[in-house]
């Protein structure tokens, strides 16, 4: 709308929020592409604070993908435009990004003198917040320069705030880690696991994620200088753990060094999975930097192009006002057309990238959920199919196993014919998991009454076993019929573990457009609410919902019912 009704301010304003709303979706390189947009169009018509807002964002963002060089360039083409205009609270955070960049680079004095200024900054905004916030920062700068004691004194400083804990808690949990991680190094012997512990507590209460992954990182070099090598690892274990799940590279980087240091079992893969996840992480930051580079040049030149266009203009206006004025006004305009559909065919090819890289990992997001379906499918597979058969046969053998009249001799031979059978399965699952369960030469009912005939014997029950003839069995897919085998199979083996009946009813039934299954027991039945978390009824659940069905499961001192609907179309 601001487009079609040439609105810069707004369509500013919406490449402002379109910026935002990439960075709070890790989309880097497209965040900073429409901050830039969003920094020419105000500077453009003149609000050059809201450009100077914009530059900020964007050198934050360099900063983050260590585009250190760029991020500095950016900070200061914001800073000279925030300082005339009295706007601390700006120049707050350009002074902090760049105290904050040369501390990573180890200038440790650039880096001082900068927080610093934004100390200033807070002072004349009265914000005794930000005050502790570049307390800590400076804290950090002396930590890293090996100078603990000036660190100590900073962060308890900063801890003196009034009412920390409760304006700013994040802030002041920090600022206890950091305070006893400097004493740790400032004096290894000095009792500091009641700090760290106290942090910790702090942060998981508030589930400050990356905060409780620096925390164990700290309290596992705590343990190491205290030899309890079996505490560091626990604590550098779970960091590595909780930094992958929330995809904190820079600290799940730091806690695979740390393990490879202490588990000297394990040092080869931990020293092999940092170099891949480093080197993938330094491709990405890598072509993020490049992207960054592409969208500065472009405007650049967009703009140096615009500035040459416009004095060609004036010059061809002044120095041909009389004779060739229509001509080169004519050339100028057709000149100018050119220009800018070249320009407009450049960001229709940006845009279609953008997409084409979109789908790339959308493509990469549905190929990982096909594998973990495919991991669930073979997970149930092999405990609803081949763990129910190999109950039953060896429920079967211990019951035959001091017997040796001529009839158990031949009842072994055909259970040991039968684990041969579970083999084959076993094969025929690694093969192929979508064959047909079903053959030709066996049809559903009979498949299903062989199981059910050794079950009986197993599980020493009496079956009722009721089909309607209108069922067309060989019709049904075998998606259908091997789910409800698979079914039949699971909460059979639950009567014979659990529920101590000795009688089950099994009844299939054709209704108008979908085939009812009722399994029920006499059995001593089970809490439906405490115990549907087994793997057995997950299966049967996800079963259930495969076929695209409904199921009600209902268990008491009577026994338990299972009632499954399946539609038929």
Do not use: C
């Amino acid at each position: 709308m601001a487009i079609e009704l040439k609105d810069s301010s707004n369509l500013a304003s919406s490449y402002w929020d379109l910026g935002s709303f990439y960075v709070d979706n890790e989309m880097v390189d497209s965040a900073y592409f429409h901050y830039n947009k969003a920094s020419v169009l105000y500077s453009k018509i003149g609000k050059d604070f809201n450009s100077a807002r914009m530059l900020l964002n964007m050198a934050i963002l360099q900063k983050n993908v260590k585009d250190y060089t760029g991020s500095e360039t950016t900070t200061a083409k914001a800073i000279e435009i925030i300082k005339p205009l009295g706007e601390h609270r700006q120049l707050y955070i350009g002074y902090n990004n760049l105290g904050i960049l040369f501390n990573q680079l180890g200038e440790y004095d650039k880096a001082l003198l900068y927080h610093k200024k934004a100390m200033e900054s807070a002072q004349d905004l009265s914000d005794p917040i930000l005050q502790a916030n570049t307390l800590n920062n400076l804290g950090v700068v002396y930590e890293n320069d090996g100078k603990y004691d000036k660190a100590i004194e900073i962060y308890r400083q900063a801890l003196a705030v009034d009412s920390l804990f409760q304006k700013q808690t994040r802030l002041y949990a920090m600022l206890h880690d950091n305070l006893a991680y400097s004493q740790m190094k400032a004096n290894p012997q000095k009792e500091v696991e009641p700090l760290f512990m106290y942090a910790l507590n702090i942060r998981d209460s508030i589930h400050h994620q990356a905060g409780i992954v620096i925390n164990k990182l700290h309290l596992s070099e705590y343990y190491l200088d205290r030899r309890d090598t079996a505490k560091a690892i626990k604590f550098a274990s779970e960091a590595k753990k909780l930094a992958r799940e929330t995809r904190n590279f820079r600290d799940l980087l730091e806690s695979m060094l740390l393990l490879s240091e202490m588990d000297t079992l394990r040092s080869n893969q931990y020293l092999s999975d940092y170099i891949q996840i480093n080197d993938s992480l330094q491709r990405e930051e890598r072509a993020i930097r490049n992207k960054f580079a592409r969208i500065r040049f472009e405007t650049d030149e967009f703009i140096a192009r615009n500035e040459y266009l416009n004095k060609e203009m004036k010059f061809i206006y002044a120095g041909s006002v009389a004779v060739l004025g229509v001509i080169l006004l004519v050339f100028v305009n057709v000149y100018q057309r050119n220009r800018n559909k070249q320009l407009k065919l450049e960001q229709d090819q940006q845009i279609s990238n953008e997409e084409i890289y979109n789908l790339l990992l959308v493509q990469q997001n549905k190929l990982e959920e096909g594998r973990h379906r495919e991991k669930n499918r073979i997970s149930k597979e092999l405990h609803d199919g081949i763990l129910g058969k190999l109950f039953g046969v060896r429920f079967m053998l211990e019951s035959l196993h001091d017997k040796t009249d001529r009839q158990s001799i031949e009842a072994k031979k055909k259970y040991i014919n039968d684990l041969r059978m579970i083999e084959e399965e076993v094969r025929n699952i690694s093969h192929d998991l979508e064959s047909d369960f079903f053959t030709q030469k066996e049809s559903f009912l009979e498949i299903l009454s062989d199981y059910l005939n050794n079950q009986q014997k197993a599980g020493h029950f009496e079956l009722d076993f009721r089909n309607d003839e209108n069922i067309e069995w060989d019709k049904l897919s075998s998606k259908i019929k091997i789910n409800l085998f698979r079914i039949v199979q699971e909460a059979v083996n639950n009567v014979i573990k659990y529920a101590g009946a000795d009688q089950i009813f099994l009844s299939f039934q054709k209704r108008k457009d979908s085939l009812e299954m009722k399994i029920q027991d006499n059995g001593k039945g089970f809490d439906i609410t405490r115990n549907t978390r087994g793997i057995g009824i997950k299966n049967m659940k996800s079963r259930v919902k495969n076929l695209k069905g409904a199921w009600k499961i209902s268990s008491g001192s009577e026994g338990t019912t299972i009632t499954v609907n399946v539609p038929l179309k």
